[in-house]
């Protein structure tokens, strides 16, 4: 078991749904129609050719074009190909996400063994081939779509920034970024919670001369027992490198520090930095380097988005933020229904009704308000009848006038959920900024598109330190069953429309 493991088993389904999907849907499909004779443009070597339709940056297609002259020359001594753009069919292009999908799951491997160095290696490669066969995630790797490069991206940066390796970090950030541009909101996540963690390793080495905050820090660490927890760590995987070591011990201490107050927290983090300022401004410059250029190709760009600028412009959007939590605890609802997770929902909002009851009413507040001031119905939405966007709008969301006003109760224990999940492995104000970085992608986004949760599903799961080994099973069977169901539609009932040529097929 391992990353080999997750390897082998993820490309186990890989390789033969591509082959199937490939056979019965061999022409570019939906977003495919531009993506694919764009990147077969850079194969033929045009560089200067570009789509008006296009939304985001070439980074895919810089992609494909490494992989496939990676794979031509054996694919000419074969006598497959007779030229380099011969090669960029849509089957070849579509692989590089497939590639690109066990890629993220060794990826996903090596997050979790960093994030939990204790867990054993076959609950790992478990949780791993579970997440790989995240429905939205799943389903675009057999399509030519930037989803998959763009989590690639995202997940390798994150790790990178794990690992300390801030200069490779942020290289990658700026790889994401060039993939899709509001990678640059995970960007600037990573960096931030790459701060909020330096800190406590920092103080606990014994070279670093600061004030009384540290010495304080310190003995509250050792109060808590986070040395034993760290030397546990280190009995249990003597194998492990020296700064894994030191991870599971700032893991300790993260997990000490979390029934501390909120503010007490902010203030925490916010002095320890400055008293950590300049070696702070240099580990994390690199990532100050991405987001100088980011802006440099806004203020040149004129905006954020490439093509279509007028049917992606920028709009508030907040109910975006409470789909989000809807679909996300949906997907995680086999530990939403465990019966240890209940008394805990229930026990901590009997510890301070009060507080609870207020929280609960500003909640519901915002999310009436943003119900009903910020909900946007995006034309492409209400036309296009192939999305599972657009009956769950209609059949749901806008089934009757009072429907998306009776689901905000739901987004708001959604909200509250993941706060709870994240609560016992995080700190507060890294949860603070996972909400920040959530609300930063979500809400400027007119159009409802579930593959957008991607990537901030993925920051919640991974950072969700749940040891479930029941609803990760249980999980695992909820994605197969949806995913039957969904590449059963879009391969096995497609339909026509009068006012468009072509076979048309449902779609995420």
Not at 22 to 44: G, L, S, T, W
């Amino acid at each position: 078991m391992g990353r080999i493991a997750v390897a082998v088993i993820v490309s186990s389904w890989i390789i033969p749904i591509s082959i199937l999907v490939n056979r019965i849907v061999p022409d570019p499909y939906m977003d495919e129609i531009f993506h694919v004779p764009q990147a077969q443009q850079y194969c033929k070597g045009n560089f200067t050719s570009w789509d008006p339709m296009i939304t985001t940056p070439p980074g895919l297609y810089c992609i494909s074009l490494a992989y496939v002259a990676y794979l031509f020359p054996g694919m000419f001594c074969m006598q497959a190909v007779s030229s380099f753009s011969g090669t960029c069919s849509s089957a070849i292009l579509r692989s590089t996400n497939a590639i690109l999908g066990v890629i993220c799951s060794v990826l996903v491997y090596e997050i979790i063994t960093r994030l939990r160095p204790a867990l054993d290696e076959r609950k790992a490669t478990i949780y791993a081939v579970v997440l790989a066969l995240y429905p939205l995630h799943w389903f675009f790797t057999f399509l030519y779509y930037t989803d998959v490069a763009s989590l690639a991206a995202v997940l390798a940066m994150y790790l990178g920034c794990l690992k300390r390796n801030y200069i490779l970090s942020a290289l990658l950030g700026s790889l994401a970024v060039f993939i899709r541009q509001t990678n640059i909101i995970w960007v600037l996540f990573v960096a931030s919670s790459g701060v909020i963690d330096y800190s406590p390793v920092r103080k606990n080495n014994p070279q670093l001369h600061v004030s009384d905050l540290s010495i304080r820090k310190d003995k509250q660490l050792a109060s808590n027992g986070g040395t034993t927890g760290g030397s546990k760590l280190r009995k249990r995987r003597p194998g492990k490198a020296v700064d894994n070591i030191s991870h599971s011990t700032q893991r300790s201490s993260t997990s000490a520090t979390c029934s501390s107050g909120f503010i007490e927290e902010i203030q925490d983090t916010f002095l320890t930095a400055w008293l950590l300022k300049w070696e702070l401004l240099v580990s994390f410059s690199p990532f100050f380097l991405v987001l100088v250029a980011f802006v440099a190709f806004v203020c040149w760009n004129g905006s954020i988005v490439l093509g279509a600028k007028e049917a992606h412009a920028v709009s508030p959007h907040f109910a975006q933020l409470m789909y989000f939590s809807l679909v996300s605890t949906l997907f995680v609802a086999p530990f939403q229904f465990t019966l240890p997770y209940a008394p805990v929902v229930v026990q901590s909002f009997r510890k301070s009704r009060l507080l609870s009851c207020f929280q609960w009413f500003i909640a519901l507040t915002v999310g009436f308000l943003s119900v009903h001031f910020f909900s946007v119905a995006h034309p492409y939405l209400l036309a296009d009848n192939r999305h599972y966007t657009f009956y769950i709008w209609r059949k749901v969301i806008n089934a009757h006038w009072s429907t998306k006003y009776l689901l905000v109760p739901f987004y708001v224990y959604s909200w509250f959920s993941i706060f709870s999940i994240l609560a016992k492995a995080q700190k507060k104000v890294w949860v603070l900024a996972y909400f920040l970085a959530c609300a930063a992608v979500l809400i400027p986004t007119p159009l409802i598109e579930f593959r957008y949760y991607t990537i901030p599903f993925f920051f919640l799961i991974l950072n969700s330190h749940t040891d479930d080994y029941k609803s990760w099973l249980l999980m695992g069977s909820l994605y197969i069953a949806v995913n039957i169901f969904t590449m059963f539609m879009f391969l096995s009932r497609p339909f026509s429309w009068n006012h468009e040529s072509g076979i048309q097929r449902f779609i995420w």
